[in-house]
């Protein structure tokens, strides 16, 4: 892969402002205001209609690709042990679907076939429908003031969206499961915060998405997971690298990423780069960078699976510069799984937004 010259430098603030004709930035920054506005409407009672004296047999969450897929990825590797219900990842409607199961269906698409028939079906069924979309056309239509409706009141592009499906989610298991409660106003302060560390005006050596964003530069990039919850992390994160920063990035489980680096990838065994010639010795293998991204409970177990290897950097929600600012201190996860990769979401977004602003 051809490097890209960087024609806006990242201490840059006013360059990078005026780079971002489409208002990259502050989509970004708006995961905080997506949690708050579905914590808003849990509080007014928009999901009461879920209510029963038993937790469902089954929480389907239906959603046949992008953010709504990843989302609901996330939530049964980082909370699905601890639900009293299975949760059930799908692509279309189980055959088995009945009155004592919860059917979400996500996407951002009130047109999608697969979404519309899901909730059809689930209905006719005398399921719990819950609809995590915009509430119009044909999925309006269907459900007629039957379903629960959680249509997003932020809009962002699509991109962007991935923490507002999180939190749906979450609202939903508080609900229909009692004990999971979860404080979606305090997630979205702590999103609020990570924006904040990474807005243009903090410089680079502060800004958690800039630091990343110039360690990504002039590389390869490969983003390890090392469970089922990290592995969706990074594909979202191989996916919005893509669709913002027109990036190619690699997303693998971290075995796989660690036995690549093990076997020279990205930095043949015995290459002296500081003595090589290219008319000898013909071309540099490109450089490529693995960031293993992990929560604090797998932390160790990580980094003592990379130790000893180079261009291998282990990320969590907790690694942030010490920031001389305020507002933007140290993270308060709670330890919650959830929170923390949320956090990284929004961090990964925004690294996506800087490594294509940098270019102009």
Same mark, same amino acid.
């Given at each position: 892969?051809?490097? +890209?010259?960087? &024609?806006?430098?990242?201490?840059?603030?006013?360059?990078?402002?005026?780079?971002?004709?489409?208002?990259?930035?502050?989509?970004?920054?708006?995961?905080?205001?997506?949690?708050?506005? +579905?914590?808003?409407?849990?509080?007014?009672?928009?999901?009461?209609?879920?209510?029963a004296d038993q937790p469902p047999?089954?929480?389907?969450?239906?959603?046949?690709?992008?953010?709504?897929? &990843?989302?609901?990825?996330l939530l049964a590797a980082a !909370?699905?042990?601890?639900?009293?219900?299975?949760? !059930? *990842?799908?692509?279309? #409607?189980?055959?088995?679907?009945?009155?004592?199961?919860? =059917?979400?269906?996500?996407?951002?698409?009130?047109?999608?076939? #697969?979404?519309?028939?899901?909730?059809?079906?689930?209905?006719?069924?005398?399921?719990?429908? !819950?609809?995590?979309?915009?509430?119009?056309?044909?999925?309006?239509? *269907?459900?007629?003031?039957?379903?629960?409706?959680?249509?997003?009141?932020?809009?962002?592009?699509?991109?962007?969206?991935?923490?507002?499906?999180?939190?749906?989610?979450?609202?939903?298991?508080? #609900?229909?499961?009692?004990?999971?409660? #979860?404080?979606?106003?305090?997630?979205?302060?702590?999103?609020?915060?990570?924006?904040?560390?990474?807005?243009?005006?903090?410089?680079?050596?502060?800004?958690?998405?800039?630091?990343?964003?110039?360690?990504?530069?002039?590389?390869?990039?490969?983003?390890?997971?090392?469970?089922?919850?990290?592995?969706?992390l990074a594909r979202h994160g191989?996916?919005?690298?893509?669709?913002?920063?027109?990036?190619?990035?690699?997303?693998?489980?971290?075995?796989?990423?660690?036995?690549?680096?093990?076997? @020279?990838?990205?930095?043949?065994?015995?290459?002296?780069?500081?003595?090589?010639?290219?008319?000898?010795? @013909?071309?540099?293998?490109?450089?490529?960078? &693995?960031?293993?991204?992990?929560?604090?409970?797998?932390?160790?177990?990580?980094?003592?699976? *990379?130790?000893?290897?180079?261009?291998?950097?282990? =990320?969590?929600?907790?690694?942030?510069?010490?920031?001389?600012?305020?507002?933007?201190?140290?993270?308060?996860?709670?330890?919650?799984?959830?929170?923390?990769?949320?956090?990284?979401?929004?961090?990964?977004?925004? &690294?996506? !937004?800087?490594?294509?602003?940098?270019?102009?």
């Amino acid at each position: 892969m051809n490097a +890209t010259r960087a &024609t806006v430098d990242l201490d840059d603030a006013d360059g990078l402002l005026a780079a971002d004709r489409d208002g990259l930035l502050r989509a970004a920054s708006m995961a905080g205001a997506q949690v708050r506005a +579905t914590a808003a409407a849990l509080a007014e009672g928009e999901l009461e209609a879920l209510r029963a004296d038993q937790p469902p047999r089954t929480l389907i969450w239906l959603a046949d690709r992008g953010n709504g897929h &990843t989302a609901g990825s996330l939530l049964a590797a980082a !909370v699905g042990a601890s639900a009293t219900a299975p949760i !059930v *990842v799908a692509a279309e #409607v189980p055959p088995w679907i009945g009155a004592l199961d919860v =059917l979400v269906v996500a996407g951002d698409d009130a047109g999608d076939p #697969v979404l519309v028939s899901a909730a059809a079906t689930a209905l006719h069924r005398g399921a719990r429908v !819950v609809v995590v979309a915009p509430y119009e056309g044909p999925l309006r239509d *269907v459900v007629a003031g039957r379903a629960v409706v959680l249509a997003p009141r932020v809009w962002v592009p699509e991109q962007f969206s991935l923490v507002r499906y999180l939190a749906a989610g979450l609202a939903i298991l508080s #609900v229909v499961q009692p004990s999971m409660q #979860v404080n979606l106003d305090a997630l979205a302060d702590e999103l609020d915060a990570e924006a904040f560390r990474n807005s243009a005006a903090h410089e680079l050596f502060t800004n958690p998405a800039k630091t990343l964003a110039d360690r990504m530069s002039d590389r390869q990039v490969v983003l390890a997971g090392d469970n089922p919850a990290t592995l969706a992390l990074a594909r979202h994160g191989a996916a919005v690298m893509l669709r913002v920063a027109h990036r190619v990035v690699a997303a693998a489980g971290l075995a796989d990423a660690v036995a690549a680096v093990r076997t @020279g990838f990205g930095g043949a065994p015995g290459v002296d780069r500081l003595f090589h010639d290219e008319q000898i010795d @013909g071309p540099l293998p490109d450089r490529v960078r &693995t960031f293993a991204l992990t929560t604090d409970a797998e932390r160790q177990v990580v980094v003592a699976r *990379v130790n000893g290897l180079d261009d291998v950097d282990v =990320l969590d929600a907790e690694d942030v510069p010490e920031a001389p600012f305020g507002g933007g201190g140290p993270i308060s996860g709670n330890g919650r799984p959830e929170r923390q990769l949320a956090i990284l979401a929004v961090r990964l977004e925004m &690294t996506a !937004v800087y490594l294509k602003l940098v270019r102009g």
